[in-house]
């Protein structure tokens, strides 16, 4: 069975300084992994996946994301963050079955990043 | 390109009662997912459909259905509804649904309240 854990409900933040929202997971198989982030009141925003290849994925919005294979974790970094950034942010990953086709999409619980001016 | 559209944005309902939540994919995705959010759940898959047919279901009561029209429009119907059913109903759309590493791109929701 996949499964996604954001080890952290919130991090909070200086605006300015870096931050990271963890992610580990757990697939058999190649994982296909991405991040969303929701804003109050609205749906998911796609910024960045990691298919294969550069293991640093660079996103939108200043956004990138490294996967690390033997740590089985794909964390989202910002070198510098700004006070929009506060958001809730979700890790998902998705993979290929042995009997082919595809799992479905497993999001983790989500992680609210709060950035302080 | 226009996103996702859902429709109604917000609806409040009574138990028994039935809802149905409307996507609209953007213009050229065929596949369609549907989610239900809640602060103590998380995010948690319904269905996908794909050329009208359910490609992928999760685990809820056969109270939740969904359909898929030509179009690639979707609606998903909740009957007998229960209080625990208040959520946020997310749609999503991709090209073709085809692989695992293709993005979904998600609509803004339905917020559902069941009194």
């Known amino acids: 069975a996949q499964s996604v854990a954001q080890p952290e409900d919130q991090v909070n933040v200086a605006e300015g300084n870096p931050l990271t929202v963890k992610c580990t997971y757990s697939?058999?198989?190649?994982?296909?992994l991405f991040w969303y982030v929701q804003y109050p009141n609205r749906g998911l925003q796609f910024l960045l996946k990691?298919?294969?290849?550069?293991?640093l994925v660079k996103g939108s919005y200043g956004f990138e994301a490294e996967f690390n294979k033997s740590q089985t974790s794909f964390h989202l970094k910002k070198p510098s963050a700004l006070v929009s950034d506060s958001a809730l942010y979700f890790c998902?990953?998705?993979?290929?079955?042995?009997?082919?086709?595809?799992?479905?999409?497993?999001f983790g619980a989500g992680t609210r990043l709060a950035v302080h001016p | 390109k226009a996103g996702v559209t859902q429709t109604p944005r917000y609806l409040i309902k009574t138990r028994g009662q039935q809802v149905t939540l409307s996507c609209s994919p953007i213009?050229?995705?065929?596949?369609v997912s549907w989610y239900q959010q809640t602060p103590g759940q998380g995010l948690q898959f319904l269905f996908e459909?794909?050329?009208?047919?359910?490609?992928n279901k999760g685990n809820f009561p056969g109270r939740f259905s969904g359909r898929q029209f030509s179009n690639s429009r979707s609606e998903m119907n909740v009957s007998t509804l229960e209080l625990g059913d208040s959520a946020l109903y997310l749609c999503?759309?991709?090209?073709?649904?085809?692989?695992?590493?293709?993005?979904?791109?998600f609509g803004p929701g339905t917020r559902l309240l069941v009194l």
């Open positions: 697939v058999s198989g190649n994982p296909y």
């Open positions: 998902a990953v998705r993979a290929r079955r042995l009997s082919g086709g595809y799992n479905k999409l497993i």
């Open positions: 459909y794909f050329s009208e047919t359910q490609r």
């Open positions: 990691y298919i294969t290849g550069d293991n």
């Open positions: 213009s050229g995705h065929r596949s």
């Open positions: 999503a759309s991709s090209l073709a649904g085809g692989s695992p590493e293709e993005t979904q791109y």
